[in-house]
């Protein structure tokens, strides 16, 4: 295990539904990160938390809306989603924003489903 | 731009046997370069990462090579285990504005057939 977990496995939602992915670290770390990962194709990132505050937002739809309450915590808010956003959706930590942010420790992913 | 490209995208091998993956890129200025291994359905877990200065690492039966000027790496696996099934992915990673930025291959999918 890599100290990151996420929340749920999977999940199967209709493009009216509204739901949350979410993650927890218990690395102590203070940098967080969403990735969006879709068939044979590189990790895409999505947004990045610094103590708590979004640094980096990749030109993501509005249909995601990222929380992060505290540094151990951070959730991602789905709404009105389309097919196309059925992906695996990564969450990892680093132990800061700086020079150690290329050490990012994974979660298991959640597997969205979009019908 | 900054791209890294592996290849080949798929492989299969019998179990015992070598097999080696490559990754090439074209990020500057370069930081690092890891290997990840990404069980189906599962987060990447981090194999070897190496710096400017390192031409090889090893992590058990994974042997990473880097060529900072060519700017290529390769990932050796050796007497292949069925374990060993999974997405290999390269990640480069280079310091601008204060934080590292990671640049992702879109990863090789290696099957070990017993």
């Known amino acids: 295990e890599t100290g990151v977990t996420q929340t749920p496995r999977h999940l199967v939602m209709g493009m009216t539904n509204k739901k949350s992915l979410k993650c927890e670290q218990h690395l102590g770390h203070n940098a967080m990160y969403w990735y969006k990962q879709s068939a044979k194709k590189p990790l895409e990132l999505m947004f990045v938390y610094s103590l708590e505050e979004r640094v980096e937002n990749n030109s993501v739809p509005s249909r995601f809306s990222p929380e992060c309450p505290n540094s151990s915590h951070l959730f991602l808010h789905l709404h009105t989603l389309q097919p196309e956003d059925s992906a695996l959706y990564l969450c990892?930590?680093?132990?800061?924003?700086?020079?150690?942010?290329?050490?990012?420790?994974f979660g298991p992913g959640t597997r969205l489903t979009v019908t | 731009k900054n791209q890294v490209e592996q290849s080949p995208q798929s492989l299969i091998i019998l179990e015992g046997k070598n097999c080696t993956l490559q990754c090439n890129y074209t990020v500057s200025p370069f930081s690092n370069l890891r290997w990840y291994k990404q069980d189906t359905g599962r987060g990447p877990v981090s194999l070897t990462i190496?710096?400017?200065?390192?031409n090889t690492k090893s992590n058990g039966r994974y042997t990473a090579t880097l060529d900072a000027d060519t700017k290529q790496s390769s990932l050796h696996i050796t007497a292949s285990q069925l374990s060993d099934s999974a997405s290999y992915i390269c990640?480069?990673?280079?310091?601008?504005?204060?934080?590292?930025?990671?640049?992702f291959g879109a990863g090789t999918r290696l099957a070990v057939h017993p």
């Open positions: 990892a930590s680093s132990q800061d924003r700086g020079v150690f942010s290329y050490e990012q420790y």
């Open positions: 990640v480069v990673s280079y310091f601008s504005g204060g934080y590292n930025k990671l640049i």
């Open positions: 190496m710096t400017f200065s390192e």
